[in-house]
């Protein structure tokens, strides 16, 4: 128990407050409101910051552990914990708020805009940190009604058709995971008599072979769309064409990791033996998104969708990690999921500084901005490498781990999944070779450098791009203990009491209860 | 207790405090047609108003001192010869009509005021039809239920009607009176057969006979018990009862259609759940998957057909279809989590219901003809607050989270998976979506731009995205403070699509303020207000119902 500040409810009220400020604050100065959004996200950001300071390297477990009873009829708590797995997803998120407000021109000081960024925060983060699954499943769906009207307000020209589906087709999904939530709950209450949505103790519940299959493919539905896993990403490449520049950034660098962090929390903790058993179904799900996301997104002449597909490749790669079941490999997942937030956020970004510059994310339309710009077109390079995988950069550190770590335990995946690595730099090579080489045309002859403007909110991306390529030490010592307990907690549910067919499962509280204390 | 006369017939002891709260809107109701009738000086309709509000918190706070009654320190009691209960779970129904009442009030002063529908009809109606809500909550005999059903549903025929001018109202009226009166024959006929079956119409009395003896054919039973299932699945406009609930939401005046939809449902729901709950509960093995049946056609005909509506009334009449079957989950589970979570359902639906109706009102504008979904184009930006109030409450139909209608929807979809429906509770949960697919057409047509404005000019912003007419988009959903200047925004002079806005924004600026009475606009912000603060913090409306038990 954390006796001291309260940091994990600051970090969800305090951007929640904020979105409230803005929405009171009787003006509509432009100023003003771009002045709330930078305060209250950099000082959630400051929060976190504290908090990952505060967070104690070596222990495995939740820290800063808040439980405050919410609506105790049904046995809902606000409980609240980070650890190493959710730690640095709540920093990233924390960064590319200020980042995405910053990198969104005129309509960044619209006053609904700020709001509405700053309740995704608190839903992001709330996410993240919740360890009552129905609080969790909440602040999950919150971050819908944000993201639809940032796309409705101030996306491109299929706005309408592409919020609608969005915000449907993750709203159906998560209807198999309320139910999963509550069955679940309903089972463990059966067992034990107590009512209760808290993970850590959810986590002992005996689950029968086909009660934990169920159950984790009600949960994995939710959790598959909205990260998405190939053949759930039907909604996304339009989702993040149509977002303004900051709803792509938010979207695919934030908000993909809640499908995937659902999926190492909650998929993992709670139905080990589900999952060892339906591995290989999500193993191969990844390796096919990989390759065919690559494939696509080297067709694409549309720069943003080009990203949209190259992320469905790079999530495959988290949920291969996620699968392998190795220490090694999950570190890796954890550690890309924020490593691709970050350069994915930077791409998003680039692309709408072309876009401001030229009115086009086409790439035909684009040729021979590395004469105009070479600073940007550096920066570009820069985080195509990192999205490639090239060493010395943060995405070669991910991509390693987890091919190394599946590749223990998945052979053949692995060497598929490498495949995708090819693939990745095939096309964006192909699209930076289209947009930057070659000779401006007179088009292009307006084409500005990067602002210092511009230089600003790009600095820390690049700044942790490179860091994280060259000295990923802090943060994977701070991620492996959590790993480590969750792989341990995984074997240990799943190995020591595989149930021969046909015969009745045997209990498996102890080491449902040993993996997780 | 019973007094028995001279003449052999027995005259029950009346405990007047127990049925106070039904008194008080009789009589209300009875001074407001006094006051019209005598129409000494022609009073405004805000007099009526005030009456018929100040009526509603009578009986609230008569409702309230019951609740603690039953509550705190005291118990459920019978009354009336037992042919009444006051337990938890009528008192919180009576409580419920009581607000109803209040809130309704407020949103018809405005529409009468503009319509200029002058008399006290509107409000002596409603509490009349409120009255017998509370009746049928706290009917512990099945005489009685069909009589707290009749004083409901013939004001209801009437409000339906109440718009002379427009001939679908007139249309609404006669056809929900009819097909009424049919469900009501047959929910007669219900009651003779059960009758024959049991030996008593008292609620209680059939409980502990039907747990005492086993019959051997309890086929009249059975019969019995289906005809008063249709006749309440018909007041609650459940599929495939549901056929007059379309034409008859979209025919009534819309204040009527909104008070209609909440009390409706409030006295449907409040019998329906005591009688399979309590009286039928032997037979569950019977009912649930009749019950079941029934739910998944209604949650899907709602949303399904909901989906292809282009009259935001219309579409709001299927929605509530749909949300008739979230509330019949809760009785399906056969728990008393599963009454509890009906009744939070009910409370919760009423606000909603209560709240959108009053928007469209507004929007339908001098007339009351204006209810294309078209209507509603851009008006977010025209109306900023009112926009907004609309967004939260379609978007807690459709479920959203820290709204009430997401906690609703939690409660039944829980009770149902503690029952082991869970196919039931997946199908539900996905209708929702599908649901949610109208109410966000709603939304999104709200905040797009106004008709002149379609083709805004593709400006290219310095943030990359296409700036629609920029000023105004910073109106979007903005909850307060704009009440002065949000009627509608000044296009800034770099937004070309200002300037055609001009005479078309003109028109609709005085449309739109023309149409909006401050009591309507008390009216939609206390339903908001309660869908959101209570989303956020749940707990007295959670720990509310849930000791809202029953006393059988």
Redesign the interface.
Known sequence: MNTGFPYLTVLVLLPAGAALLT??????S?AL?RAVGWAGSLATLGVAVAATVAFSSGDGNFQMVTVHP?????GISWALGVDGISLFLVLMTAVLFPVAMGG??????????V??MLLLEAGCLGSFLSLDL?VF???F??T??PV??LI??????RR?YA??KF??YT??A???L??GI??L??LHAQQTGVTTFDVRQLASTHLTGTEGVLLFLAFTAAFAVKAPIFPFHTWSPDAYRES??AGAVVLAGVMAKLGTYGIIRFDLELFPRAVVTLAPVLLTLGVIGIIYGGIVAAVQRDLKRLVAYSSLAHLGFIVVGAFALTGPALSGAVLQMVNHGIYTAALFLLI??I??RL?SFSTKDLTGLQRKAPVLAGIFTLTMLASIGVPGLNGFVGEFLILSGTFLTHRWWAVAATAGVIVAAIYLLWAYQQVFHGTPTEKEESFTEITWREGLYMAPLVGIIVFLGVFPGPVLNRITPSVDRLVTHVEHVAHANIPAPGQPVVAASHSANGGNK | MILASATGFAVPHIDYTAILPELILIGGSLVLLAAGALNVRHLPTRVYSLLSGATGVAALIAGIVLWQKVHGGGHPLTAVAHSLVIDGFSTAFVILSACIIIVSSAIADGYLRREGIAGPEFHALALLGASGAMLMAAANDFIVIFLGLEIMSIPLYVLAALDQRRAESGEAGMKYFVLGAFSSAIFVYGIALTYGATGSTNLAQIAGYLATNVSTSNGLLLAGAGLLLVGFLFKVAAVPFHMWTPDVYQGAPTPATGFMAAIAKVGGFAALLRVFFSSFHSLEASWQPILWVVAVLTLVTGAVLGLVQRDVKRMLAYSSINHAGFILLGLQAASREGMSASLYYVFVYAFLVLGSFAVITVVGGRGDTSHAIESYRGLARRQPLLGFGFAVLL?AQ?????TTG??GK??V??AA??SHS?AL??IA??T???A??FY??VV?VM??LPAGEAAPAMA?????????G??P?????????ESRGGVLVAAPPEAPAGAATGAGGGLRLRAASLGIAPSTLAGIAVTVLFTLALGIW??PL??FV?AAGLLF
């Open positions: 929405a009171v604050l009787p003006s509509r432009r409101m919410w609506i105790s009829a049904l969104s021109g005129r309509h960044g000081g619209d006053k609904s805009f709001a509405w129905l499943f909440l602040f769906e919150l819908l009604v639809y009207f409705t307000g101030w996306g491109y020209e309408g919020a609608t915000f449907l709203l159906g998560s209807a198999f309320l139910v509550l069955s709950v309903g303004p520049a709408a500084m876009y401001r009115g | 978007l459709a479920g959203a989270p820290f997401f906690l939690l409660y979809v829980e998976v503690r869970y509770a997946v949960m996905l929702g979506a599908v949610a697919a966000l057409r999104f905040y797009s290219l912003a310095d943030g990359g995205a296409l700036a629609t920029t000023e988009a910073a109106a979007v959903a903005a909850p307060a403070g749940p707990a959670f720990s849930h």
